[in-house]
């Protein structure tokens, strides 16, 4: 049975295995390559989306789980926090290979759409879960606090 959801502003109809992950449904039937795979078992961040509006882990996630859903990507991902935090990352150059970055955008957004003045405490705890095999740690907190200034200012 197909799937309807929106994803980036556009309804769309998955006529795939419900079973199949919201990760190769995105990125094979869509063509929406910002998203990575990492490790497939919701260990590493890469693959994160927006469900709803919540960064959310799209290799475990099931086609069956998203009817109805707003998903949003890193092609789509829009607003004060995204494009802050997009411009931060640029303006540090955040990203080493790159290969973790979209997922590393998605959950810096949604950090500062609800804190816009994070901690360092509150960075770490919010970015923790996304690994970074180039070890970009430091810029990533670095980009995250810019993205937290320029939204003040
Ligand atoms: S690929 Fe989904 S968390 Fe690693
Ligand atoms: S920038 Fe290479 S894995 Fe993070």
């Not at 309807?4 to 869509?30: F, I, K, Q, S, Y």
């Not at 910002?34 to 919540?54: E, N, R």
């Not at 290799?59 to 991902?77: F, N």
Request: charged share 20%.
């Amino acid at each position: 049975m197909a799937t309807r959801l929106t994803v980036n502003g556009t309804p769309v109809t998955l006529d795939v295995n419900p079973d199949m992950p919201l990760l190769w449904a995105l990125r094979d039937h869509l063509k929406l390559t910002g998203t990575k795979f990492g490790c497939g078992i919701a260990q590493c961040g890469a693959c994160t989306v927006m469900l709803d509006g919540v960064p959310t882990r799209s290799c475990v996630t099931p086609v069956a789980a998203v009817e109805d859903a707003e998903v949003t990507t890193i092609e789509g991902i829009q607003g004060d926090a995204a494009h802050a935090v997009q411009k931060a990352w640029a303006d540090l150059n955040v990203a080493q290979c790159g290969y973790c970055q979209s997922g590393q955008v998605m959950v810096a957004t949604e950090l500062l759409q609800n804190i816009p003045k994070p901690s360092d405490e509150e960075i770490d705890a919010a970015m923790g879960g996304n690994i970074c095999r180039c070890a970009t740690y430091a810029r990533i907190r670095k980009g995250v606090r810019a993205a937290s200034d320029a939204l003040e200012a």
